[in-house]
């Protein structure tokens, strides 16, 4: 090859090899960002885990109120069959 060719062909080689040292830094930013967006999403669900494993029975007052519904329902149904056997 002639001397200027080559100096070409070293030149144009060079352009590459800084061209994808460029996209390595920009992949290696990315990847960084995506570990710490994924690292903000795994605290989010421990969060998330936190609250679903507390205990949401019903309150005291809503199984009291369920219990007297429950009775009076009963209760006017018994009375219902009664006075409809006659008795």
């Known amino acids: 090859m002639e001397p200027?060719?080559?100096?070409?062909?070293?030149a144009s080689l060079l352009a590459n090899i800084e061209n994808l040292n460029g996209w390595q830094k920009r992949q290696n930013g990315s990847i960084a960002e995506i570990n710490r967006t994924l690292k903000e999403i795994q605290g989010d669900i421990q969060e998330?885990?936190?609250t679903?494993?507390?205990?949401r029975g019903p309150s005291?007052?809503?199984a009291t109120l369920i219990t007297v519904l429950s009775s009076v329902c009963v209760s006017l149904i018994v009375f219902v069959v009664t006075k409809m056997g006659g008795g």
Do not use: D, V
């Open 4 to 10: 200027c060719k080559q100096e070409g062909t070293i």
């Open 48 to 50: 998330i885990k936190i």
């Open 52 to 55: 679903l494993a507390a205990p």
């Open 60 to 62: 005291w007052a809503t």
